[in-house]
């Protein structure tokens, strides 16, 4: 499988540090930037090329990664998905627009292409994969990050919001993806609160989800990538084990 990478930060620096070493049977074999420099050093990394333009790779791989932004989902994803080529999207927050999801999934459909979106930074999201067959009565997001990884700078601790997940990833579209995944993975606009707190030096994610099932709790305390403070390393660990089992023929889990 030949993979192209859109977007050279945090998380495709760790995914091509694991190609590189052998750890992840794929191809990488092209990568953009809108900083072409940043594009050009991960290329070398692989032996890969740094392109101008993502249309340029697109004749050439299998599905590309998108680990840019939102507004990459919206002006890029599109086109990838019509072109026929499966894409890994992870600011899954753009997803949480219906209409640009619905597009996505159109284009997809008609282009036989898949849209795969990675766990991210918590845990737990098979489970709530499986809870929503049931009836689920409540699911509830606490996320306590240090203010810089949120780009603030504070002495207390302080909740900057209280809301739902479609407003919360409106707000801060660089630094909760996790609400989006949780409610794309069960049908609903969860419960979300935000809190910057200086006391931690973790990204800290605390999801609780009740239904017919029972009840149960994740708490997800991740290290942040030394590159970008604003990325956990627990999210470029799952869109690595994506693409790893991409090569496999068994699959555990839903």
């Known amino acids: 499988m030949i993979v192209g990478i859109v977007g050279c930060g945090a998380i495709a620096n760790l995914i091509t540090g694991f190609v590189r070493d052998g750890k992840v049977p794929v191809e ?6 809108r900083d072409l420099e940043r594009a050009e050093n991960l290329a070398s990394m692989v032996d890969g090329t740094a392109v101008l333009d993502v249309t340029d790779m697109l004749p050439h791989v299998d599905l590309v990664v998108e680990a840019a932004s939102p507004e990459a989902v919206r002006e890029l994803v599109p086109g990838i998905l019509e072109a026929g080529r499966d894409v890994v999207v992870m600011s899954v927050g753009a997803l949480m627009d219906p209409e640009l999801r619905s597009l996505l999934e159109k284009k997809a459909s008609e282009n036989n292409a898949e849209i795969h979106v990675p766990s991210g930074a918590i845990v737990g999201l098979d489970g709530l994969k499986a809870a929503s067959m049931g009836s689920i009565r ?6 306590r990050k240090p203010p810089r990884s949120l780009g603030i700078s504070m002495d207390e601790k302080k909740v900057l919001y209280t809301g739902k997940a479609s407003e919360a990833v409106k707000r801060f579209p660089l630094n909760i993806n996790v609400a989006a995944a949780l409610s794309l993975a069960c049908g609903r606009d969860i419960d979300v609160e935000i809190i910057a707190d200086p006391a931690v030096d973790r990204n800290v994610h605390e999801v609780t989800v009740k239904g017919d099932f029972g009840e149960f709790k994740t708490i997800t ?5 030394s590159i970008n403070p604003k990325t956990s390393v627990m999210a470029a660990y799952s869109a690595i084990r994506l693409l790893k089992s991409l090569s496999e023929n068994m699959h555990i889990g839903t």
């Open 138 to 143: 409540s699911v509830k997001l606490v996320t």
């Open 221 to 225: 305390e991740n290290v942040r990538c």
């Open 28 to 33: 990488l074999g092209f990568f953009y930037d």
